[in-house]
C-alpha cells in the first residue's frame, strides 16, 4: 500500500467531516464561484482575444491564501478546543501520521476543486488553438502552492484554539511569503535583494510555472515549504506529548533526537534551495518549447570560430516591471553559454558599479540608460536604468534594449502586463548579424561550402560588339584575380554557344531560356553574352550591365547566395508617400512598420521598377501594392524570376480610402495582371467576406440623460478575414508557426492548373469554408438593431485561397517577344564618351530555384492596419509582419530563424464571437461547475451510510491495530 491505514483512514474521515458539514460545499463553491467571476469578469477573456488560461491562474495565489486558510483553519484548534487534541497525542501511532492525513484530506479537497476548472481551459481549446502545456504546468502549480499553503495552516492552527485566530495567523503568514516576490516590495531594494526575495516568495514562483517552464529548483521549494511546516506541525504536537507524558530516564536524549531531527530537516531543505539556485534544470512544456535552445540557434553556435561574448547590462535599480525579467534572461543566457561548448562567454554586469565600464558601453556600443520613475523608499524617483544585452564577435557587435526583448500588454484597466517577448529568436537574430558582418569582413571563399564554376557563354569576338570585346577582357582579368584569392577553389571557362553546330546554344535556350542577343531591333547581327555561377546545387546567372567598374560588384552578389553567414539583401517596391495628397489626409498607405521588419534580417534596397532593371545584390524581390506598372517594370519583375530570384508579390485590385467618416473602395490597376495570368494565377476582382472575421472599430453616439456620449465599439467585419489553422497551412515553414492572420480586403486567387504543370504549388492561407465573395464596393460597417453584423451569407459558400507559393521552373512573359528595353539610347553622353549598348536579351526559362510568393491583400501589412489590430489585441500586432519575415526566409532557402520565430511571438487569438455565443460559453461553463458540484452531492449521497460509520467512529478506531498491539505487549510484560 501506498499509504499506511491509518494516514488513509484520517485522510478519509477529514473528508467526510468535510462533506458532513458546509465547510466542504462553501469551499467548492467558493473556488468554483471567484475563479469563474475572475476569468470571464475580472481578467476579460474575451476583450482579451487571447486563446490561453492565464486569466484562471493570474489570481489564484491570493485566492489560495484565503481559501486554503479557511480550509484549514479548525483543523487542530477545534480539536483543541473540544478537547480531543489529548486523545490524539496519547494514541501509540506517531503523531506524523495525523498531520499526515489531515494535510492528504485538505489537498484531496483541493485536488476536488480543480478538477471543477477544467472545463475552462477544454473551452478555450475549442475556441483557439490552446497550448496545453503551461494549462497542466498552471495546474501543478497551483497544487504546489496549495499544498504549501495548505502546510502553514495546519501548523498555525496546532498552535491555537480559536480558529479565528488560526484563520488571521495563516493569512498574514502566507501573505508574507506572497507579498514579499511582488514588483511593490522588491521595488524598495536593489536587484540582488530584490532577487533573493522573489526567490523566497511563493507567487514569483508560481508565475514561473505557469508560463510553461517546470524547474527543479521551483519543485524542490514548494516540497521545501511543505516539509518544514510539516515537520513544525508534528514537532509541535510532539512537545505536548513530552508535557503530557510520564517520566523516565530516556526522556531527556528522546526530545533531544526529536530537536536535532527537526532542526536538520529543516536545515537540509533551507540547503537544498540554497544549492540549487545555483543549478538550472528544467522542463520546457510549451509547444514548440519556447523557452529551451532550439535546433537552429544550435546550428549558429557550432559556426563559431572564436568566442563570442554575451554581456548583460542590468541596473540594480531599475523598473519593478522589468525587474522580474532580469532572472530570465539571465537563465536563457547561461544557457547559450552550455550549448557555446567554450566559444561563447557571458557576462552579467551594472555599469552604474563600474564607471570605466558604463563610459565603455556608452561611448563604444552606444548603450545609454533609460530614465525610469520608480518608487523609492520615501518618496518617488526618477532613476536611470540599463536593461541591455551585447552581442560581441570578433569587432562586430549587435546592442538589445528593452524595446527589443520586451513586449508589453494593456490590462483591462490601467495596468499593463510587461514580459520577454522571444528572447531566443532576438538573441540569435542578433548573433546571426554579427556572424554575418563578421563573414563580410573575411575572406568570401570561407563561408562557400563547395567549389564554384564560372561558365561564359560568349561569342567569339568577331561576332561581339566592339565595346563587349573589351568588356571581357576587363572582367578576365577580374576572373584571374579571384581565380588566384580562391585558393584553388573558383574556376573559369568561357563556351562559344555556336560552336559544334550550335549544340550548346541550343541547349542553354531550352534549360535556361538563353537567347541571341542584339544591340537593337534592326540590328540582324546577333551574338551570345550571358555569365553564369554554378555549383552541385544550383546554377546562378550573373547579372550584368556591360561595365567593367559594376562586375565584381554584381560577381560578389552572386557568389553570395552560395555562401553561408552574409547577410541577404531584398530589393524592396513600395508605393512612396505623397506629401501632398498627405495635406488633405489622403496620403494613402504606409508601410513604415514593414520596412523596419525586413531590415531586422536583411540589407533592404530601396528599388525602382521603371528602369527595367533590378539591383544586381539583390537576392530576392520584394513588390508591395503595386499600381500602373508598366512593360519596363514588368520586365524588370519577370527577368529577375528568370535569372532563378524569388518574388514576393502583395497586390490585389482595391484599395481603401478614409476622408471622414467615409469608408470606401478604390479600383486599383496594378498592371500585374497578364503577367501572372501567364503564370498560372490571377486575382480576381472581387472582394472576400467571411464569418470568421476580425472586428471592426466603428464610433458609436449614446444619448443618456440628456448628454451625449461617443464610444468605439467592436463590430464582426467579415472584410476583415481571419485566417487560423487549417486556413493557414500547417504543414509549410511560411504559415506553420503562425496561429492567425488578419488580411483586410483581399480578393481571391485563382489557379490554372494546366500552367502549373511540373511547378510545386503550395496554398499558404485560405479563408473559412463559409466565405464568399462580392463584387460591390460597399465596405461600410453594417450594424442591426440587435448589435450583430449586418452581412448575411449566400447559400454557396467556399474557402477562398488568398496566398499561394510558386516554385519551379517558370517561362518568361517576354519570351519570343521584343525586350523593353531594346531601342535605349546608345550612343556617347555629351563629353563623347562612348556607353555600352543596351543589349536586348531576354532570358526566357528560369532554373528550377525560382520561387514566386503571392498574397492577394494590398493593405494587411500597411500601418494603418496593424495599427488599428493592436490596439484591438491591446499589444504589438506582428502576424503579417512575421508572415513576410518567413516568406523571406524561405524564399532564400535561409530557414535557420524559421526554426526560433515561435509561438510566443504571436497573440493565440481567439475566433471572433458575437455577444451571444460569448455569453453561450460563459453560461455554460457556470452550469457545467453546477452540475460538478450536483455530481459530488450525489457521490456523497451514494455513500451516505459509509461515511456515517466514520463519522461516528472516534479516534480509537483509527487507532484501533496499534491500541491492539500495545496491549498485547503489555499482555506479555506481565506474564514475564
Known amino acids: 500500500m501506498l499509504l499506511k491505514a491509518s494516514i488513509r483512514r484520517v485522510a478519509q474521515k477529514e473528508i467526510t467531516l468535510f462533506f458532513a458539514s458546509p465547510v466542504a460545499w462553501l469551499f467548492l463553491g467558493s473556488f468554483a ?252 512544456v510549451t509547444e514548440g518549447k519556447l523557452y529551451s535552445i532550439s535546433d537552429a540557434t544550435h546550428d549558429y553556435l557550432d559556426r563559431l570560430q572564436e568566442p563570442l561574448l554575451l554581456r548583460g547590462y542590468f541596473s540594480a535599480k531599475t523598473h519593478p516591471l522589468l525587474a522580474p525579467l532580469v532572472p530570465q534572461l539571465r537563465d536563457l543566457l547561461k544557457e547559450y553559454e552550455v550549448a557555446g561548448r567554450g566559444k561563447l562567454r557571458v557576462e552579467i554586469v551594472d555599469p552604474v558599479d563600474d564607471p570605466a565600464l558604463e563610459e565603455e558601453a556608452n561611448q563604444k556600443y552606444g548603450i545609454q540608460s533609460v530614465p525610469f520613475q520608480v518608487a523609492d523608499r520615501y518618496q518617488a524617483a526618477l532613476v536611470n536604468s540599463y536593461f541591455n544585452v551585447l552581442v560581441q564577435y570578433g569587432d562586430s557587435f549587435e546592442v538589445l534594449g528593452f524595446g527589443d526583448l520586451i513586449e508589453v500588454k494593456a490590462g483591462t484597466t490601467t495596468s499593463l502586463e510587461v514580459r520577454l517577448r522571444n528572447p531566443e529568436f532576438d538573441l540569435t537574430r542578433a548573433i546571426k548579424q554579427v556572424l554575418n558582418s563578421y563573414a563580410a569582413g573575411g575572406k568570401l571563399f570561407d563561408s562557400i561550402p563547395s567549389d564554384i564554376q564560372f561558365t561564359g557563354y560568349v561569342s567569339a569576338d568577331e561576332l561581339l560588339p566592339e565595346t563587349l570585346v573589351a568588356y571581357r577582357e576587363a572582367i578576365t582579368a577580374e576572373l584571374e584575380a579571384l581565380t588566384a584569392e580562391s585558393g584553388g577553389r573558383f574556376s573559369v571557362r568561357f563556351i562559344e554557344p555556336e560552336a559544334d553546330g550550335g549544340a550548346v546554344a541550343e541547349r542553354i535556350r531550352e534549360e535556361w531560356g538563353f537567347r541571341p542577343m542584339t544591340t537593337s531591333l534592326l540590328d540582324d547581327e546577333s551574338f551570345y553574352f550571358y555569365l553564369t555561377l554554378e555549383d552541385d546545387r544550383q546554377v546562378v546567372q550573373v547579372p550584368t550591365d556591360f561595365e567593367p567598374e559594376g562586375f565584381r560588384q554584381a560577381l560578389d552578389a552572386s557568389l553570395k547566395r552560395f555562401a553561408r553567414g552574409f547577410t541577404k539583401v531584398v530589393a524592396y517596391s513600395a508605393p512612396q508617400l505623397n506629401p501632398q495628397m498627405a495635406q488633405f489626409g489622403m496620403s494613402g498607405p504606409t508601410f513604415r512598420n514593414l520596412e523596419t521588419a525586413i531590415t531586422e534580417n536583411h540589407t533592404i534596397r530601396m528599388e525602382d521598377l521603371s528602369d527595367g532593371t533590378v539591383t544586381p545584390e539583390a537576392d530576392l524581390l520584394v513588390v508591395v501594392a503595386p499600381e500602373n506598372l508598366d512593360d519596363k517594370a514588368l520586365f524588370a519583375i519577370d527577368q529577375f524570376l528568370m535569372r532563378g530570384g524569388s518574388v514576393t508579390l502583395v497586390t490585389s485590385p482595391f484599395i481603401s480610402r478614409v476622408a471622414g467618416d467615409s469608408l470606401a473602395m478604390m479600383n486599383r490597376v496594378s498592371g500585374l495582371d497578364d503577367w501572372l495570368d501567364h503564370h498560372g494565377l490571377s486575382v480576381e476582382e472581387s472582394l472576400v467576406l467571411d464569418p470568421q472575421n476580425s472586428a471592426f472599430p466603428i464610433p458609436v453616439t449614446r444619448e443618456v440623460g440628456g448628454f451625449r456620449f461617443q464610444e468605439v465599439r467592436m463590430v464582426d467585419y467579415p472584410f476583415f478575414v481571419d485566417a487560423r489553422e487549417p486556413g493557414l497551412n500547417p504543414a509549410h515553414p511560411v504559415t506553420s508557426g503562425i496561429p492567425q492572420i488578419t488580411l483586410a480586403w483581399p480578393s481571391p486567387i485563382a489557379l490554372d492548373e494546366e500552367k502549373q504543370t511540373g511547378r510545386e504549388v503550395v496554398r499558404l492561407i485560405e479563408s473559412s469554408a463559409g466565405a464568399w465573395t462580392d463584387t460591390g464596393m460597399d465596405v461600410l460597417p453594417r450594424v442591426t438593431d440587435s448589435g450583430v453584423s449586418g452581412w448575411e451569407a449566400p447559400a454557396n459558400t467556399a474557402p477562398q485561397l488568398l496566398g499561394v507559393a510558386v516554385s519551379g521552373q517558370f517561362s518568361s512573359y517576354f519570351a519570343g517577344k521584343p525586350s523593353p528595353l531594346a531601342g535605349t539610347a546608345d550612343a556617347g553622353d555629351e563629353g563623347g564618351s562612348e556607353k555600352p549598348p543596351a543589349v536586348a536579351s531576354v532570358i526566357e526559362r528560369s532554373p528550377e530555384s525560382a520561387r514566386l510568393v503571392l498574397y492577394s491583400s494590398n493593405e494587411f501589412l500597411t500601418d494603418q492596419i496593424l495599427g488599428t489590430m493592436s490596439s484591438m489585441t491591446g499589444a504589438q500586432y506582428l502576424g503579417p509582419l512575421e508572415l513576410i519575415a518567413n516568406s523571406l526566409d524561405w524564399a532564400l532557402e535561409d530557414e535557420g530563424l524559421l526554426g526560433i520565430r515561435s509561438l510566443a511571438h504571436f497573440n493565440r487569438s481567439l475566433p471572433p464571437l458575437e455577444k451571444d455565443a460569448q455569453l453561450f460559453w460563459e453560461y455554460l461553463n457556470y452550469g457545467l461547475a453546477v452540475l460538478a458540484l450536483l455530481a459530488v452531492g450525489l457521490w456523497q449521497r451514494a455513500s451516505r451510510r459509509a461515511r456515517s460509520r466514520l463519522y461516528q467512529a472516534s479516534y480509537g478506531a483509527v487507532t484501533e491495530g496499534g491500541a491492539a498491539a500495545h496491549g498485547s505487549a503489555a499482555a506479555r510484560g506481565e506474564a514475564a
Open 33 to 284: 464561484a471567484v475563479t469563474l467571476f475572475a476569468f470571464f469578469w475580472g481578467e476579460a477573456f474575451f476583450a482579451r482575444n487571447v486563446a490561453d488560461v492565464r486569466p484562471l491562474f493570474e489570481w489564484m495565489p491570493i485566492l489560495l491564501i484565503f481559501l486554503g486558510s479557511a480550509l484549514t483553519m479548525r483543523m487542530w484548534s477545534e480539536e483543541r478546543r473540544t478537547g480531543t487534541l489529548e486523545h490524539v497525542i496519547t494514541q501509540p501511532l506517531p503523531l506524523w501520521h495525523f498531520v499526515a492525513g489531515k494535510f492528504l484530506g485538505c489537498v484531496g479537497l483541493l485536488i476536488l476543486a480543480l478538477l471543477i476548472t477544467l472545463p475552462l481551459p477544454m473551452t478555450v481549446s475549442l475556441l483557439g488553438n490552446l497550448d496545453w502545456g503551461p494549462v497542466l504546468a498552471g495546474y501543478l502549480a497551483t497544487l504546489l502552492l496549495g499544498a504549501g499553503y495548505i502546510s502553514i495552516g495546519l501548523f498555525v492552527s496546532s498552535r491555537s484554539d480559536n480558529a479565528i485566530v488560526s484563520l488571521i495567523g495563516s493569512v498574514l503568514l502566507c501573505s508574507l511569503l506572497y507579498l514579499a516576490g511582488t514588483a511593490t516590495f522588491t521595488g524598495f531594494f536593489g536587484n540582488f535583494a530584490g532577487e533573493l526575495l522573489r526567490g523566497l516568495s511563493t507567487g514569483a514562483r508560481f508565475e514561473s510555472i505557469t508560463r510553461g517552464v517546470i524547474d527543479l529548483r521551483d519543485l524542490v521549494y514548494y516540497l521545501s515549504l511543505v516539509v518544514i511546516f510539516l515537520s513544525l506541525n508534528v514537532y509541535g504536537l510532539e512537545s505536548e506529548r513530552w508535557a503530557r507524558g510520564a517520566a523516565h530516564a530516556g526522556k531527556h536524549s528522546h526530545h533531544r533526537r526529536w530537536r536535532t531531527a527537526t532542526a536538520l530537516l529543516v536545515a537540509n531543505a533551507l540547503v537544498a534551495n540554497l544549492w540549487l539556485s545555483q543549478v538550472s534544470l528544467r522542463a520546457d
